[in-house]
Every structure is written in structure tokens, then in C-alpha cells.
């Protein structure tokens, strides 16, 4: 089992960065796949980004801005987030599933491990 906190949301105006953690505790993450959703004021949590131990995955709407990274032995996982929009305003949620199979990475019911959240607002 593994327990997940988040942390490094905050405010930031449009065009800024921000880089938000995510820290393991109990099992080691070296044999997870780790991901970060998100979940917007009145809308359905999304997937923003996921990496297997040699792969990195990210939806559309972040590619090329965002960048998720772990470093295993810290039980950490990164995402920084860049060119940040009003739209990128969310609370943003680090989540583990054993194993590495590409399957279902974006869907949030294949994760059974999920953090509290920390919460991102980008002004306009």
C-alpha cells in the first residue's frame, strides 16, 4: 500500500511555474506507475500526466508545457507545470497503481492509491 501527499500549489499568474510534489510512503514507487490528475470547480477529474519506469505519458492539453518526473529512491514524483493558464486552474492529484502496463494509464479508476490534493490557481 502506499500513502501519497501533495504539495507546492499555490497561486500563480498566467504564463508563470509552478512545480507541484508528490511524496510516497510505505511501499517503494520503483514498481508503480505514478500519475497526476486533476479536478476543476464543478468538472470531472482528468488526467494530466503518468510515468512507468521508462515512459512518460500526457494529456493533449499539457503536452509541451508540463513535465512529470520521479525520483524513485526519494519516493517522489514531480510536475512541473510551465506557460501555466487560467484553464490549468484545478486541485491537482498524485495517484500510484503497481506495475507498468501502459494500459488504462489515463483512467483514474486503475489507480487505487490517490493523495488529498493541493490546489493550483492561475490568474488571468
Known amino acids: 500500500q502506499v500513502q501519497l501527499v501533495e504539495s507546492g500549489g499555490g497561486l500563480v499568474q498566467a504564463g508563470g511555474s509552478l512545480r507541484v510534489s508528490c511524496v510516497a510512503s510505505?511501499?517503494?514507487?520503483?514498481?508503480?506507475?505514478m500519475g497526476w490528475f486533476r479536478q476543476a470547480l464543478g468538472k470531472e477529474r482528468e488526467f494530466v500526466a503518468a510515468?512507468?519506469?521508462?515512459?512518460?505519458y500526457y494529456a493533449d492539453s499539457v503536452k509541451d508545457r508540463f513535465i512529470i518526473s520521479r525520483h524513485n529512491a526519494q519516493k517522489t514524483v514531480y510536475l512541473q507545470m510551465n506557460s501555466l493558464k487560467p484553464e490549468d486552474t484545478a486541485v491537482y492529484y498524485c495517484?500510484?497503481?503497481?506495475?507498468?502496463?501502459?494500459?488504462?494509464?489515463?483512467?483514474?479508476?486503475?489507480?487505487?492509491?490517490w493523495g488529498q490534493g493541493t490546489q493550483v490557481t492561475v490568474s488571468s
Open positions: 510505505g511501499d517503494a514507487i520503483n514498481t508503480h506507475t
Open positions: 510515468t512507468t519506469y521508462a515512459s512518460t
Open positions: 495517484a500510484a497503481r503497481r506495475g507498468f502496463s501502459s494500459e488504462g494509464y489515463s483512467q483514474s479508476s486503475t489507480y487505487p492509491n
